[in-house]
């Protein structure tokens, strides 16, 4: 019987067997598919809501955090919610709804709907990470103020202990008269003990405290406590045992004097103090040759002690440069027609316009002895080196290059160099005139990459002359 008009259903489990049926049927559970789709879509946009109620809520807050570290929050604002986004993918929901036989694609148009707001949120986010990072940078500044507070803290703790600091000023005044007797004791020592003292002394300054030699006239590294090294030279860097023997020089001088007055008749030589295995000391060992009398005048409590005269010999242009501020006698070694020549120096050295100055000599006078063009060979090897590093940070490789340019005299050169030294081999290059269409091949190369610097090449080391 029918719950609703009470009729008897003859059929009655027919027709609901059939409904059933219909109801179970594949093209009703896609249809049911496609209606909790458009409802996740639905859901989508009141998430969407939620986020913007979410931004609404910690705007005030953010904008403030950005103000405090400096971070914009101009986008930090809720998305705009576009309708014309939903409306397209839900109308072909629905128009698929409407006609289950019909194709559509509806992946794209819902990709371009999340894809939307997905960067619109992660640009939103963006401005949270950039606020969180700033708050993580502060760690070394929040260091620094604790390091204030506690020196606040401690200057409180000193002002307030006055009989403290009475028996400190008592103390510091025994100390000083110690420490000086001490001082006056120190003069009388034997001559290992002022080595000592300026060795400590000098290589505290260079800037390698733990290294020191003790009373037992034992070189030591201090760490947790002191370590007899001695006998392990190999085990230092070569650039710290570099600094260990600059330190005990200078103090092997100062323990033979028996006078201070004495080190004006000494003319102290370095040859190439600073090279790339101490590079990191570089200021270290400049500072103590630059200021030597005066650290030496400290250490030994003398204001007499003058040296006779510092000579440093370097092929280092940032040593150079360095000492030029302290060293008023500047000179440079030029080879000149196989001649080694003593002339001034200009402050800066440039090593790539002396190899310029080579190469345009030898142009103009070609020399046909094997050892010359040996010379000039190097000589268009590292301008090669340079120019090409300038072209290309990442490789100095430049053979083929030269090759496909029309270069057949230099690119014969460079690669003969590039494979063996030019000392031990043939020269590739058998007359002057092949070496000097290299040179001037070269020139060609620096004209066609670098016009400016061959227009002053042209101008200052050829002074106008035709190439």
Avoid at 52 to 59: A, E, G, P
Avoid at 69 to 79: A, R
């Amino acid at each position: 019987m029918c719950p609703f008009c009470f009729r008897e259903w003859t059929d009655g489990q027919a027709i609901i067997a059939s409904y059933k049926a219909f109801i179970e049927s594949i093209f009703n559970k896609k249809r049911e598919k496609i209606q909790n789709y458009k409802g996740l879509v639905s859901s989508f946009e009141t998430t969407l809501k939620r986020l913007n109620d979410f931004i609404n809520n910690t705007s005030a807050s953010v904008h403030g955090e950005g103000t405090k570290y400096q971070v914009s929050t101009i986008e930090y604002k809720p998305v705009p919610i576009i309708s014309s986004l939903r409306n397209e993918v839900e109308e072909l929901f629905d128009k698929k709804y409407a006609s289950m036989d019909q194709t559509l694609t509806i992946k794209m148009a819902l990709n371009s709907y999340v894809q939307h707001y997905f960067n619109a949120f992660s640009a939103v986010d963006s401005i949270i990470k950039e606020i969180k990072t700033a708050i993580e940078q502060i760690r070394s500044r929040r260091i620094a103020a604790n390091k204030r507070i506690s020196e606040h803290l401690m200057y409180d703790l000193w002002e307030s202990n006055v009989a403290l600091r009475s028996d400190y000023d008592s103390i510091s005044k025994d100390y000083n008269a110690i420490q000086k007797q001490i001082e006056e004791l120190e003069q009388g020592l034997s001559n290992q003990n002022t080595v000592n003292t300026v060795f400590n002394s000098l290589i505290h300054f260079i800037g390698l405290p733990e290294y020191s030699i003790n009373n037992e006239n034992k070189l030591v590294l201090v760490l947790n406590k002191e370590y007899d090294i001695s006998n392990e030279g190999k085990r230092i860097s070569a650039a710290q045992r570099k600094m260990l023997s600059l330190c005990y020089y200078f103090a092997e001088i100062i323990g033979e004097l028996k006078s201070e007055k004495e080190l004006k008749n000494f003319i102290l030589c370095f040859d190439d103090p600073v090279d790339s295995a101490d590079y990191i000391y570089f200021h270290s060992i400049a500072a103590l040759i630059e200021h030597v009398e005066s650290i030496l005048k400290r250490i030994l409590g003398k204001n007499s002690l003058k040296v006779g005269q510092l000579i440093v010999f370097t092929h280092n242009s940032l040593l150079h440069d360095r000492l030029s501020h302290n060293f008023e006698y500047r000179r440079i070694i030029l080879k000149e027609d196989n001649v080694s020549i003593l002339t001034s120096s200009p402050k800066t050295i440039n090593n790539y316009r002396l190899y310029i100055e080579y190469i345009a000599r030898f142009i103009k006078n070609p020399r046909s002895t094997r050892k010359e063009k040996i010379f000039i060979g190097n000589m268009i090897r590292r301008c090669l080196e340079i120019i090409t590093n300038f072209n290309d940070l990442d490789s100095n490789s430049f053979e083929a290059q030269l090759v496909d340019s029309g270069k057949p005299k230099l690119a014969l050169l460079a690669n003969h160099l590039s494979h063996d030294s030019f000392s031990k081999v043939l020269n590739p290059l058998n007359s002057e005139q092949e070496l000097v269409t290299a040179c001037k091949e070269l020139l060609e190369v620096i004209k066609e990459y670098h016009p400016k610097q061959y227009d002053y090449i042209e101008k200052s080391i050829f002074k106008g002359c035709i190439l």
